[in-house]
């Protein structure tokens, strides 16, 4: 995890809005339900596409899907189903935070996250 020194908010925005992007790639982590909780003794993981999340606040607080885009650059996800209408009436997703969503199913086709997933238990 990224340890940001100073306590005062300016420079933690600061910090967020200046880091590269494997520091960013930091920032897209989301808790685990607690199935996975147990399973792999842990609290959060790294979302990815292909995993299976549950929004569990905002707007669409309780809308599951799975993700579908992720922006490094903004630190948000796109979660399959949550769209929002635009005034023409075309239907566009709408990101999410990660930290904003809980997720409950993992993509596991990367044999090296499976590992790294079973190497904290």
């Given at each position: ?5 100073s ?68 630190g ?46």
């Amino acid at each position: 995890m990224v340890r940001i020194a100073s306590t005062q908010p300016r420079k933690q925005r600061k910090f967020r809005y200046n880091a590269p992007l494997h520091v960013r790639g930091r920032f897209l982590n989301a808790p685990l339900s607690t199935e996975l909780r147990e399973k792999y003794g842990r609290r959060s993981a790294r979302v990815i596409l292909g995993d299976t999340v549950k929004v569990v606040r905002g707007d669409f607080a309780g809308e599951e899907g799975v993700v579908d885009m992720i922006d490094t650059q903004n630190g948000r996800i796109v979660v399959h189903g949550v769209t929002i209408t635009r005034a023409d009436g075309t239907e566009v997703p709408r990101p999410v935070n990660a930290s904003n969503a809980c997720i409950t199913k993992l993509n596991l086709k990367d044999s090296r996250r499976e590992e790294k997933l079973e190497a904290k238990k």
